[in-house]
């Protein structure tokens, strides 16, 4: 990734291993994402609706949320997330299509997240505009005024993991990417999607500033920040791009998603195709 950035964008200092850019505009991303991103596949990207919300894992945020749990030391973290895992490896007996006694380690637990299961894992795609769809697709409150899209070089990542491993360190803090086989989890294939596993006691973010290697050349993470106010516009550029929940959500979850971001976006639902089906008349039916 190239390290010149025009100056039109705000971009704070680089502070161990990580960047971050503050754009006014969705345009001013979408330049610098094809201008900086063009020739580097090193980096995966997540959105996140909030730019103060932290990139740790559901099972990390669960603990946090109970008292009893949250002051737990990370090797007794390790034992409760064992113990969930076997508790779900039982739970799914006669309810998959994929064998339990088959989907084991990672795989399961990338099974488990598809359908809700709190995890150490978190989800990554390999296309930036697809993660900046995650950040702007979902509207609640509170909301912060701007929306992230985070992007880690997970080489460099796992690089620096190896040689934790080469020294004997604890493998409770190592971070590593892969991408599960699963057959029962068709949106993974069309999101270009891909799993990090993550220690449960610290965020990833944290994590980075932790671990840097002071003699890499180029940043580990970065936090590229567009305005909330830029939502329409940006999903309007996306779907434009043929990204949206038809694509994101290949099932009748996203066909109906899909419909109702339409009743709200003017125009949004401009490839569906012509004619339109029969209107079917409103009220009872004889």
């Known amino acids: 990734m190239s390290n010149e950035v025009d100056r039109e964008w705000q971009k704070e200092n680089t502070e161990n291993g990580i960047r971050t850019v503050t754009f006014g505009s969705w345009m001013q991303f979408q330049e610098y994402i094809n201008t900086q991103f063009i020739h580097d596949s090193e980096y995966v990207f997540r959105g996140h609706r909030c730019d103060n919300w932290l990139l740790e894992p559901t099972l990390s945020r669960l603990i ?14 390790n034992d409760l997330a064992e113990r969930h895992y076997f508790d779900f490896q039982y739970a799914i007996r006669g309810r998959s299509r994929e064998q339990s006694q088959e989907m084991v380690g990672d795989y399961l637990w990338a099974l488990g997240q598809h359908y809700g299961l709190a995890t150490p894992l978190l989800d990554w795609t390999n296309s930036p505009f697809l993660a900046a769809f995650f950040a702007f697709v979902e509207n609640g409150e509170p909301q912060t005024e701007y929306r992230v899209i985070y992007a880690i070089a997970k080489e460099m990542v796992e690089q620096r993991c190896k040689q934790f491993r080469s020294k004997g360190n604890n493998e409770a803090e190592f971070v590593y ?8 989890n068709p949106r993974l294939v069309n999101q270009g999607g891909l799993f990090s596993r993550c220690p449960l006691h610290i965020d990833l973010e944290t994590w980075v500033r932790k ?3 002071e003699a890499w050349e180029v940043p580990v993470l970065l936090k590229l920040r567009i305005p909330n106010l830029e939502r329409d516009v940006c999903l309007r550029s996306l779907s434009r791009m043929n990204i949206n929940h038809l694509t994101a959500f290949p099932d009748l979850f996203g066909a109906s998603q899909f419909c109702n971001m339409a009743t709200s976006l003017k125009g949004y639902s401009h490839h569906l195709g012509r004619p339109r089906p029969a209107r079917l008349r409103l009220g009872r039916t004889s």
């Open 211 to 213: 671990y840097h290697d």
């Open 177 to 184: 990417f892969f991408s599960p086989l699963s057959q029962e």
């Open 64 to 77: 946090k949320a109970q008292p009893h749990l949250a002051s737990l030391p990370s090797e007794k973290l």
